[in-house]
């Protein structure tokens, strides 16, 4: 069991998000765990005081590994989630407005409660090669990445949220 821990969730093709996401669990430390999407089962959200969703933004939405991991764990967990804290890291090619808003939809549902404003690191990759490569973060984005972590942590065992 998680106890108050914080669930740190990521899907990446290109390497951004899950640095992203990692950078956060560096900031949590051992309060977090870390998982990729396609691992996540209902019972870690269950078991999980609070979340961490990092992604890439893929054709402005979710990625679809992400979108996934959600259609195979909504309804098992409907009801059960109220009022858990979250934020978010989108690795985005442009704005990655679309991934934040359909994020945001989906976890309105399980009625999760934002607690850090959404971080969306823009790498400005418009073309097929650019969107393709492998992505490099910016320290000041990991750094901003790591600080969300330990404030998500922290607040976690604080009980502030």
Not at 48 to 65: D, K, R, T, V
């Amino acid at each position: 069991m998680y106890d108050r821990q914080l669930l740190i969730i990521w899907h990446s093709r290109t390497g951004a998000s899950e640095a992203m996401a990692r950078a956060a669990k560096e900031g949590a430390g051992d309060r977090a765990t870390l998982l990729e999407a396609a691992q996540v089962e209902p019972a870690d959200l269950l078991e999980a005081s609070g979340y961490i969703f990092a992604s890439p933004e893929n054709l402005a939405s979710l990625s679809g590994q992400m979108k996934e991991m959600f259609d195979r764990c909504y309804y098992p967990v409907l009801g059960q989630l109220e009022g858990r804290p979250y934020a978010t890291l989108i690795a985005a090619g442009s704005d990655g407005e679309g991934a934040q808003r359909q994020l945001d939809r989906i976890v309105t549902g399980w009625r999760l409660k934002r607690v850090a404003e959404p971080f969306i690191c823009n790498f400005a990759a418009q073309l097929p090669e650019e969107i393709l490569a492998l992505k490099i973060v910016p320290q000041f984005a990991l750094s901003r990445c790591r600080d969300i972590g330990e404030a998500m942590a922290e607040g976690l065992q604080q009980g502030i949220f």
